[in-house]
């Protein structure tokens, strides 16, 4: 079992960058599979970005392939979601999310963080 907290969100612009951290407890935190998933008003949670546990291995919504990338620091029990070229359309509350081992890359994940509100202004 691992905790979740996701900070770094905030308001910017189209065109900023921004970076996103999950911080998790435990000394487990190495064995467990990571994502981000993201919700807007009005919309369902949409999976955004996962990566494995040694990070060796990412996967990327269509919708941000090229801007954002994931990575992990185990040293740190650190996840981040670097975010490039933020668009108004990627305005949502960002999760960190995490489960043991591996499986299907975009869901059943079993701890949630608590999230963190991205704001990209025109």
């Known amino acids: 079992q691992v905790q979740l907290v996701e900070s770094g969100g905030g308001l910017v612009q189209a065109g900023d960058s921004l970076r996103l951290s999950c911080d998790a407890s435990?000394?487990?935190?190495?064995?467990?599979?990571m994502a981000w998933f993201r919700q807007s008003p009005g919309k369902e949670r949409e999976f955004v970005a996962a990566i494995n546990w040694s990070g060796a291995n990412t996967y990327y919504e269509d919708s941000v392939k090229g801007r954002f990338i994931i990575s992990r620091d185990n040293a740190k029990n650190t996840v981040y979601l670097q975010m490039n070229s933020l668009k108004p359309e990627d305005t949502a509350v960002y999760y960190c999310?995490?489960?043991?081992?591996?499986?299907?890359?975009?869901?059943?994940?079993?701890?949630w963080g608590q999230g963190t509100q991205v704001t990209v202004s025109s």
């Open positions: 435990g000394r487990t935190f190495n064995s467990y599979s």
């Open positions: 999310a995490a489960k043991r081992g591996g499986g299907t890359y975009y869901s059943a994940y079993s701890y």
